[in-house]
C-alpha cells in the first residue's frame, strides 16, 4: 500500500517539476549550510584536539602576554614573542610533580628567496623552533624522517651543532630542499639593526604531522639563541606532570605564578580559548542556517499548499472514491517527506562535494589557530542534518496534510469543477 | 432484484447564506432499488446535485431519514459517511476527474489503493473491457477523447463492483453519440444488479431510465416511468 502511496506521491511532485525543484533546492542549501556547519564544529575540535595532542605537551609555562597568542603561538606559530629567562628551566625542571619537560625557543627568520615559489613576492616567513632534541623527541616520539630517494640517511642534528637544521614536511617540500641541502634564512639578531644571512645544512626531513611542526625549521636550542642573540632566553617550557588532573594544575600553577612574568597555561585551557575564538563565528553561522532552514520550511509548506489547493478538486474525487482523512493525510505528508529527504540527501552530497571550498573560504577569513582539515563531514554529521530535515518535514506537512485531509468531498468536488 | 437499495424519507437539505436559509432540497421522499436506473431531471437550482450528493453519501440531510445500503445515514460526520461510501458507491462525474498523473489503468484501480485491495490485473482488463478501452490501458488522459475519459471514469466506479452507481451529468461534456453509447452501456451494468442514479439535464436521456424523477425548487414535481424494455 505503501508503495502505491509513494507512487502517487511522486507522481503529484513530477506535475510541477520546477516548482518541486526548486523547493529541493531550498532544502538542499538549508542542508548543505547545516551539514557545512556540522562539519566545521566537528572538524575543528578534531582539528584542535589532534593539533594540541601532537604538540606532546599538557602544560606550557611562557612569558606573561595575551593568552590568546599564547594560545595559538605553539599551535600556529606566531610574531610578537616573548621570552622567559633560560633559569626559569632550571627552576621548574626540579619540580617533583613534572614527569617530563623540554624547553622550546622559538624565533621567526626571514627566509631568502631561494625557491621558485618565491619569484615575485617581497619576503616570506618561518617558524625557527630551537630545541633539546632528547627531551623533545620523548615528547613528540611520533616524529619521523622521511625516507627515499634524496631523504635517506636523515637524523637529527647534534646539539652542539650551529649550521644544521632538520626542516619539517611542508616546508622542506615548499623550499624543494632535501638532506645535504643548503637553507638558507636571514635573521635580526636581538639588538642589532642588521640582518644576517644564515646557511644551514639541512640534516633531516620530518615525515608529515597535519601539525605547525610541518612549517618548522628545527634546529639545536643554543644555536637558535645565538642566531637571535638571545643567549639566556626560551619562549616555552613544553610539560607533563606525574598526574595531570585539575587539582595538580591548580597546585603547579600557584607554584609557579610566583615566578615573575610567567604564565602556566594548559593545553585544556588552550582549548576552550581555541573553540571560545570562533564559537561566535559558528554561533553566525549557525544562525544563519536556522534561517534557511525556516525559509526552506516556508517554501516547503508553501509548495505542498499550492499543491493542494490546486488538486482540491482531485482530493473531493479521492474522498468520493473512498479515501478516509487519514489516507489523504497520508498522501500529502509523503510528498513533504520527500521532498525534505531529496532535499537533504542533494544537500549533504553538495556539502560533502564542496567541503574543501567551505574550508578554503573558512580559512581565507580566519586564523583559527590550527594546522590541517577544518571541517570534518562524517556519516554522523550528515545523518543528523538529515534526520533533522525529516523531522522539519515532518512538522512542516502537518498543516497541509491536515488541510486537505479536513476538505468535504463534496465542497471540494465543487471547487475543483469550478 | 428488487432489494430496496436506497430509502429517504421527507430529505431536506438546508444551507445557510447569512442570515438566509436556502432550501436546497425540501422533503423528498425516494427510493430506489437493485438493478434500477432512475434519472432525475430538473432545471438548475433544482436540487438535482443535491439530491444526488445526499444519495450518494457525499452530504449528510439536513433533516429526513435515508437509508443506503441498509446504513441509516442521518445524522452521520464525513468520517462516517465515508465508510458507508467505501465499496458501496461508485461515482461519474461531468468533468470526468481522473488524475491527469496516472495511465487508465492507474486512474481505473486507484479506488483499490483506498480500499486496501491489490488489483488483480485480469480484474482491470475486464473492467476496460466492458468499457471498451482495452487499447487504452497505458495512456495517459490527456491522451484520450471526452467519451474516453468518461468511459475511464465509469471503469473506475465499476472496479470496486459497487452496488450503486452515481452519474452527475455524465454526457454533460459529450457530443449525443457518445452519450448515447454511455447510456447503453449503464443499461448494460443494471442487468448485473447495479443501481444507477442518473442526474441530467436532457430529457431524451432520462427517457432511457426506468424512472425519471423531477425536481423543481427542491421538491419532486413529477415521477414517471417510461417503461422502456431493457436491453438484452
New interface residues.
Partial sequence: MLTRYLSLAVKNLRRRLVRTTLTVAGVGLAVAVAVSLGGFVLGYREAIDKSIEMLGFQVMIMAKGCPYEAATLMLKGGTGLLYLPSDTYEKVKRDDAIDAITPIFVGIAQKEASSIRDEGSEKTFTVVDGIEVPSFTAMKPWLKFKGGAGYAGGKWFDQASKDEVVLGYELAEYEQRKVGDTFYATITPFGKPDLVRHEFKVAGVLERTGTQDDGTVFMPIDAARAAFNRPNQLTILGLKLKQFNAANMREFETKWLKLPEVQVVSLQQVKTTLISLVSTAQTMIAAVAVIAVIVALIGVINTILMSVYERTGEIGIMKALGARRSDIFQLVWLETLMICLIGSIVGSIGAWVGAGLVEKAIKSLADLGVSGSIVRITPGVIGWAMSGSIALGFFAGLYPAWRAASMRPVDAIREGAS | MNNTIIEAHGLKRYYHRGAETVKALDGVDISIREGEMVSILGPSGSGKTTLI?LL?C??APSEGTLTVAGKSVAGLE??QL?EV???V?G?V???F?L????TVTENVE??L????RTPVPNRTKEVLAMVGLSDRATHLPNELSGGQMQRVAIA?ALM?EPKILVADEPTGNLDRKTGESIFQLFRQLTTKGLAIIITTHNTAFGDEADRAITLEDGKIVSEETPGRPRAA
Fill in positions: 450528493n450518494s457525499l452530504d464525513e468520517d465515508v461510501r467505501r465499496g458507491l461515482f462525474f461531468q468533468q476527474h488524475l491527469p498523473t496516472l486507484l479506488p489503493t483506498f480500499l486496501g473506475r470496486i
